[in-house]
């Protein structure tokens, strides 16, 4: 079963810094494109970061300068740095992966867009 798992998330006050991480396991045998994403309250999940396998980011507006996001494919692993945080940072922060090709009985799969449970970013003072 392939499945992503965030930690970092926690209370950070206004103008901290945090890092967010992702692992993916599983049989992967590779992964296209991860992304972070996020959910405040009473709002509609978001883009916050997207990363391929050769390095290309893209950033919403509202992180570009403040977020840097980087992965380690040998790891399988997502990392989202957050500094200069905001109260509008303030989300569940959930790992995306699109384009994950999988092994099983010795098949390559591919697989559906994954999602992670999500890890709390609170943005307070």
């Known amino acids: 079963q392939v499945q992503l798992v965030e930690s970092g998330g926690g209370l950070v006050q206004p103008g901290g810094s945090l890092r967010l991480s992702c692992v993916a396991s599983?049989?992967?045998?590779?992964?296209?494109?991860m992304g972070w994403y996020r959910q405040a309250p009473g709002k509609e999940r978001e883009l916050v970061a997207t990363?391929?396998?050769?390095?290309?980011?893209n950033y919403a507006d509202s992180v570009k300068g403040r977020y840097t996001m980087s992965r380690d494919n040998a790891k399988k692993t997502l990392y989202l740095q957050m500094n200069d945080v905001k109260p509008e940072d303030t989300a569940v922060y959930y790992c995306?992966?699109?384009?994950?090709?999988?092994?099983?009985?010795?098949?390559?799969?591919?697989?559906?867009?994954?999602w992670g449970q999500g890890t709390l970013v609170t943005v307070s003072s």
């Open positions: 995306n992966a699109g384009g994950v090709i999988f092994s099983r009985g010795g098949m390559r799969i591919r697989s559906p867009e994954i």
């Open positions: 599983g049989s992967i045998l590779s992964i296209d494109v």
């Open positions: 990363i391929t396998s050769g390095g290309s980011t």
